[in-house]
């Protein structure tokens, strides 16, 4: 499964603490420094109540493949992903990305490291395989009125990926529903679907659906998530989760308010041609939208041709509208 990497700057958020899994506290060598630090997934640190006085000459976030907090280490870019100096800190939440192509089975220790003059003010060893927090997947979606998934997978605690997804539709008030315990019932909570919205579910044909818990809701909060008609209380299918789960914080639950839900990127202005995509589990989810009239088709993917777009030999996907079907 994937590890995530976060670099949006925001605010404090209101949802109940956890912050990922605890590696241990910083030394408190020189300078004020003190705090938590907590592995969010495998890219991913987070400080908790991070305390610098901001009077070293040229001090940086540090992190090493060896197990001594010294030069041979390498820089991180501070939380908001600046590669300068670091400023001065008064007990506030700091999330941290490990550089491209490392991650924390390669690195023994973190720190706060003084270039002018080698000095460590302060660090904390993490232990060599240290469980990390990881998305995980669960049991696929089954149901009546043709519900079907791929395995779920837990993004975070507070996100939902459902693979895949299908239902046929014709249910008059059925939501995607979670709630405490092994199986739902009318005391349950609605589950926005992928556009935010808690209207009722449309029909879905193999798509692949984001889901966010509303408000300050948690994986650990619920037992089961499934579709469950509200008008007619009936169970349309669900899945339990596990408890315990060792899974990423939210964006959220660090204080981090992300711009948006999916990454996303214009194509062609003309068509309103845009990719978006998602990273879940071992997949990057992608969507391709477009204003696309009869016999007009559009698709992306890898070039078969390293200096232009070929579509002969490469690996694309095509989508067009059949107003037939």
């Given at each position: 499964?994937?590890?995530?990497?976060?670099?949006?700057?925001?605010?404090?958020?209101?949802?109940?603490?956890?912050?990922?899994?605890?590696?241990?506290?910083?030394?408190?060598?020189?300078?004020?420094?003190?705090?938590?630090?907590?592995?969010?997934?495998?890219?991913?640190?987070?400080?908790?109540?991070?305390?610098?006085?901001?009077?070293?000459?040229?001090?940086?976030?540090?992190?090493?493949?060896?197990?001594?907090?010294?030069?041979?280490?390498?820089?991180?870019?501070?939380?908001?992903?600046?590669?300068?100096?670091?400023?001065?800190?008064?007990?506030?939440?700091?999330?941290?990305?490990?550089?491209?192509?490392?991650?924390?089975?390669?690195?023994?220790?973190?720190?706060?490291?003084?270039?002018?003059?080698?000095?460590?003010?302060?660090?904390?060893?993490?232990?060599?395989?240290?469980?990390?927090?990881?998305?995980?997947?669960?049991?696929?979606?089954?149901?009546?009125?043709?519900?079907?998934?791929?395995?779920?997978?837990?993004?975070?605690?507070?996100?939902?990926?459902?693979?895949?997804?299908?239902?046929?539709?014709?249910?008059?008030?059925?939501?995607?529903?979670?709630?405490?315990?092994?199986?739902?019932?009318?005391?349950?909570?609605?589950?926005?679907?992928?556009?935010?919205?808690?209207?009722?579910?449309?029909?879905?044909?193999?798509?692949?659906?984001?889901?966010?818990?509303?408000?300050?809701?948690?994986?650990?909060?619920?037992?089961?998530?499934?579709?469950?008609?509200?008008?007619?209380?009936?169970?349309?299918?669900?899945v339990q989760l596990p408890q315990g789960l060792n899974i990423p914080p939210?964006?959220?639950?660090?204080?981090?308010?992300?711009?948006?839900?999916?990454?996303?990127?214009?194509?062609?202005?003309?068509?309103?041609?845009?990719?978006?995509?998602?990273?879940?589990?071992?997949?990057?989810?992608?969507?391709?939208?477009?204003?696309?009239?009869d016999k007009e088709y559009m698709s992306f993917g890898l070039s078969g041709?390293?200096?232009?777009?070929?579509?002969?030999?490469?690996?694309?996907?095509?989508?067009?509208?059949?107003?037939?079907?």
């Amino acid at each position: 499964l994937f590890d995530n990497c976060y670099l949006f700057p925001g605010q404090r958020g209101a949802v109940a603490e956890y912050l990922g899994k605890l590696i241990g506290k910083l030394s408190e060598l020189h300078h004020a420094v003190s705090g938590e630090v907590y592995a969010v997934d495998g890219r991913t640190l987070h400080i908790k109540d991070f305390t610098y006085d901001g009077q070293g000459p040229a001090a940086y976030f540090y992190a090493s493949v060896h197990k001594n907090p010294d030069k041979r280490g390498f820089r991180l870019r501070d939380e908001n992903g600046s590669p300068e100096v670091i400023r001065r800190y008064r007990k506030e939440p700091v999330t941290l990305t490990l550089p491209e192509g490392k991650t924390l089975r390669d690195i023994k220790v973190f720190y706060l490291w003084c270039e002018d003059f080698d000095v460590n003010f302060g660090d904390v060893k993490i232990p060599k395989n240290f469980p990390y927090p990881r998305p995980q997947k669960i049991e696929p979606l089954k149901g009546i009125h043709g519900i079907s998934s791929d395995n779920i997978v837990i993004v975070d605690a507070q996100t939902l990926l459902v693979p895949n997804l299908s239902y046929d539709g014709e249910a008059p008030d059925a939501k995607f529903w979670v709630g405490q315990g092994p199986k739902p019932s009318p005391q349950g909570i609605r589950v926005p679907d992928e556009n935010g919205k808690e209207v009722p579910l449309r029909r879905y044909d193999r798509k692949t659906v984001v889901l966010t818990l509303p408000g300050d809701l948690t994986i650990f909060d619920i037992g089961h998530f499934g579709i469950w008609c509200e008008q007619f209380t009936v169970d349309f299918g669900h899945v339990q989760l596990p408890q315990g789960l060792n899974i990423p914080p939210s964006l959220k639950m660090l204080g981090i308010s992300p711009q948006s839900k999916l990454n996303c990127e214009v194509l062609q202005d003309d068509l309103a041609f845009e990719v978006r995509w998602a990273v879940a589990g071992e997949s990057i989810v992608l969507q391709l939208v477009a204003k696309l009239g009869d016999k007009e088709y559009m698709s992306f993917g890898l070039s078969g041709d390293n200096q232009k777009s070929v579509m002969v030999g490469g690996d694309v996907v095509v989508a067009w509208v059949d107003k037939n079907t």
